[in-house]
């Protein structure tokens, strides 16, 4: 399964594309809500990990994006932005699972497995 990994900062970025590479999953990664669509629009991934933080075009930004696709992939939205109104908004936009940072390693794989099902 390919996963797109939307993040700004490395330190999240990379252990996740190792983590997820390590399942078994093909990887693409963007920094920018900007990269993000440009990935979108390449080569559709079948999850989108998206933090609601970036520069640019934010999380929400991308989410709304995400729905004008042809093929619209499931998104896991991964953020420090874990107040009820951001989960709210989240999931109106599409959203089908919203996690908090920090996040524990085997509850981010069970999400994605759950997700990829």
Not at 80 to 104: S, T, Y
Request: net charge negative.
């Amino acid at each position: 399964m390919r996963i797109l990994v939307v993040d700004d900062e490395e330190s999240i970025l990379i252990p996740l594309e190792f983590l997820l590479k390590k399942a078994g999953h093909e990887v693409a990664l963007a920094r920018t809500g900007e990269e993000a669509l440009a990935h979108l629009e390449a080569l559709p991934p079948d999850l989108v990990v998206l933090d609601l933080m970036l520069p640019g075009l934010d999380g929400f930004d991308v989410l709304e994006r995400i729905q004008g696709l042809a093929q619209r992939p499931k998104v896991l939205v991964l953020t420090a932005r874990n107040r009820e109104a951001d989960q709210a908004k989240a999931k109106a936009l599409g959203a089908e699972a919203f996690m908090a940072k920090p996040f524990g390693i085997q509850e981010l794989l069970d999400k994605v497995a759950e997700l990829l099902g």
